[in-house]
């Protein structure tokens, strides 16, 4: 079964960009289907977009499409989330997770993303 | 989009009581629907996947049913550990996209 480990915390000023990582082990990483969740202090849910490695072809969730890009890179068995044009309403724990059954059955552990002036 | 609505927003309960949860979808979503459970600080825990299929290694307290519009999801009684935060997801396959409900929490 895999692991997801998640790159360290960041803060950033408004209008920059973020990239954040998720690196697989222990399992097959092209096959997965990895996706992106994001989650506001004291809020919901809120789904950023996911990519399949083996078809390269990422899609994303409606507030996210522009200024959002989502890789995966087979050879180190990590995906990227990269979010630019940042907002002080993009500070959140972002998490990667990987797919069954369209349900996100494993999760990293999530990464803090504060934006601020 | 499809939207989400999850009722009650927060629920009440004691240890041993029977708990329900629902989820509400803004049109059909067949049975892809997925539920979660979260505690503070912590990732989501999937819990049941396809509106009914019990995640492995999630005890059998916890069930889920229904299918288009309408889902719930059901403790049949509360141990300590299950007071937190629970939500529901949808997939929508003509999109493809996910949609999370506000969630539920589940407090003494």
């Known amino acids: 079964q895999v692991q997801l480990v998640q790159s360290g915390a960041e803060v950033k000023k408004p209008g920059s960009s973020v990239k954040v990582s998720c690196k697989a082990s222990?399992?097959?990483?092209?096959?997965?289907?990895l996706t992106w969740v994001r989650q506001a202090p004291g809020q919901g849910l809120e789904w950023v977009g996911g990519?399949?490695?083996?078809?390269?072809?990422?899609n994303y969730g409606q507030n996210f499409k522009g200024r959002t890009t989502i890789t995966a890179d087979e050879s180190t068995s990590t995906a990227y989330m990269e979010l630019s044009s940042l907002k002080s309403d993009d500070t959140a724990v972002y998490y990667c997770?990987?797919?069954?059954?369209?349900?996100?059955?494993?999760w990293g552990p999530g990464t803090m993303v504060t934006v601020s002036s | 989009d499809i939207q989400m609505t999850q009722s009650p927003s927060t629920l009440s309960a004691s240890v041993g009581d029977r708990v329900t949860i629902t989820c509400r979808a803004s049109?059909?979503?067949?049975?892809?629907l997925a539920w979660y459970q979260q505690k503070p600080g912590k990732a989501p825990k999937l819990l049941i996947y396809?509106?009914?299929t019990l995640e492995s290694g999630v005890p059998s307290r916890f069930s889920g049913s229904g299918s288009g519009t309408e889902f719930t999801l059901t403790i049949s009684s509360l141990q300590p550990d299950d007071f937190a935060t629970y939500y529901c997801?949808?997939?929508?396959?003509?999109?493809?996209?996910?949609?999370f409900g506000q969630g539920t929490k589940v407090e003494i």
């Open positions: 997770a990987t797919m069954v059954a369209t349900a996100f059955d494993m």
């Open positions: 222990g399992d097959s990483f092209t096959y997965y289907a």
């Open positions: 990519i399949i490695p083996l078809i390269g072809t990422p």
């Open positions: 049109q059909s979503v067949s049975l892809w």
């Open positions: 396809k509106a009914s």
């Open positions: 997801q949808q997939y929508n396959s003509y999109s493809p996209t996910w949609t």
